[in-house]
């Protein structure tokens, strides 16, 4: 029988409180209190697998989250903690990532493009559409106006200096690969990345 995590995890509770009191001496007394074993937290929970975006070593973490769509109830994360069969971290997290509840429901968090106009004080939410639609037009310019396909020997080098390129730990092998190809290919050398697993 395939026995899940938190199945474990409620019955191992379960039966140290009742064969701890039971080796007592107190006869049926074990089975009172395994009754008042509270369920183990997170076991009505929904868990997600995923990698800790905040440094180049991209842990594996669960993520519990509780609510129910057919109620009409919000979903919201609850906890969050390391995960066990992952080969990087074996279920460990370092303090940023154990913190990481804090950042996920954080007000400061960036959860949409924002977009400050020329000679605005403040940023405002634009459409995914615009902002995408924004920064190829910009690339655009300035590689047609900073593109160096030769240097001054007469050498093709192809290269694009004028503008840099950010990556992030939490893109798979194939996004990052994708990724590093587009980059090279357009002619930036400035490209950088916080993940160098
Ligand atoms: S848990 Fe710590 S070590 Fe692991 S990816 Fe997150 S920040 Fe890096």
């Given at each position: ?13 379960a039966s140290l409180a009742a064969s701890s009191v039971g080796a007592l001496g107190f006869v049926g007394a074990g089975d009172v209190l395994a009754a008042g ?161």
């Amino acid at each position: 029988m395939a026995v899940t995590r938190r199945q474990f995890m409620k019955v191992s509770a379960a039966s140290l409180a009742a064969s701890s009191v039971g080796a007592l001496g107190f006869v049926g007394a074990g089975d009172v209190l395994a009754a008042g074993v509270r369920p183990f937290k997170l076991e009505r929970a929904t868990e997600t697998r995923n990698a800790c975006p905040y440094c180049a070593v991209a842990c594996g973490v669960l993520i519990y989250s509780l609510g129910d769509k057919s109620k009409n109830a919000k979903s919201s994360i609850i906890h969050v903690e390391g995960d066990p069969d992952h080969p990087v971290n074996r279920g460990t997290l370092c303090a940023r990532g154990a913190a990481s509840l804090g950042y996920i429901h954080s007000a400061n968090r960036l959860k949409y493009p924002m977009h400050r106009k020329p000679g605005s004080d403040k940023f405002e939410r634009v459409s995914w559409d615009f902002a995408l639609d924004r920064i190829v037009k910009l690339m655009k310019e300035d590689r047609d106006k900073n593109f160096i396909a030769k240097n001054r020997d007469g050498v093709t080098v192809n290269r694009w200096l004028s503008t840099g390129f950010f990556g992030g730990s939490s893109l798979s092998n194939e996004a990052g690969y994708l990724t590093y190809k587009f980059v090279r290919a357009t002619g930036i050398l400035g490209f950088e990345d916080q993940a160098r697993i």
